[in-house]
T-cell receptor, first 114, second 111 residues
């Protein structure tokens, strides 16, 4: 298996632009997680899905952030409009069934908002 | 509430043992994990322990759990330069149904 796939690996954009991050979980995994990592705040859970349904989005910072999972093999995290403080590494992870199972992380998307 | 704490840095000499410590606050934690993050990469699961265990050994890695003190440690025997990375502990709590990660400990292995 190729593992969790994220794209793009790097993104540089200007403030106010829309940013879309993509994730393909490991085939057969039913849970998908979006995390954000910064020096100041460490690793934060933004949202997670179980069977394509959002279960907990309490970590989503504000309305500018939205996440979708239209099917079992694809998820997006969108930021519109982006701001410099959104600059971070965004990780997607998946697990077989539920949040308590081992989570497998993608390589991350490094986002820089100028 | 959930709060997982780790010391930020640890420096050891190659060949020595490393011990990375973690404290957590939620006594209902069921699983506790150790992840490794190398520069520019995602998190990689190293090992995990169920809350009803005291110790788990996996090759050079030994995990100790003191549930009474809510203390978790990761011992790496014969530390190598390739072990240099950031190590995160994480707890899973059924109540919150999510993993809570610690701040991470940066391990530096010196020759």
């Amino acid at each position: 298996d190729a593992g969790v796939i994220q794209s793009p690996r790097h993104e540089v954009t200007e403030m106010g632009q829309e940013v879309t991050l993509r994730c393909k979980p490991i085939s057969g995994h039913n849970s998908l997680f979006w995390y954000r990592q910064t020096m100041m705040r460490g690793l934060e859970l933004l949202i997670y899905f179980n069977n394509n349904v959002p279960i907990d989005d309490s970590g989503m910072p504000e309305d500018r952030f939205s996440a979708k999972m239209p099917n079992a093999s694809f998820s997006t995290l969108k930021i519109q409009p982006s701001e410099p403080r959104d600059s971070a590494v965004y990780f997607c992870a998946s697990s077989l069934r539920a949040a308590g199972e081992t989570q497998y992380f993608g390589p991350g998307t490094r986002l820089l908002v100028l | 509430g959930e709060d997982v704490e780790q010391s930020l840095f640890l420096s050891v000499r190659e060949g020595d043992s490393s011990v990375i410590n973690c404290t957590y606050t939620d006594s209902s934690s069921t699983y506790l994990y150790w992840y490794k993050q190398e520069p520019g990469a995602g998190l990689q699961l190293l090992t995990y322990i169920f809350s009803n265990m005291d110790m788990k050994q996996d090759q050079r890695l030994t995990v100790l759990l003191n549930k009474k003190d809510k203390h978790l440690s990761l011992r790496i025997a014969d530390t190598q330069t390739g072990d240099s990375a950031i190590y995160f502990c994480a707890e899973f709590t059924g109540g919150g149904n999510k993993l809570t990660f610690g701040t991470g400990t940066q391990l530096k292995v010196e020759l």
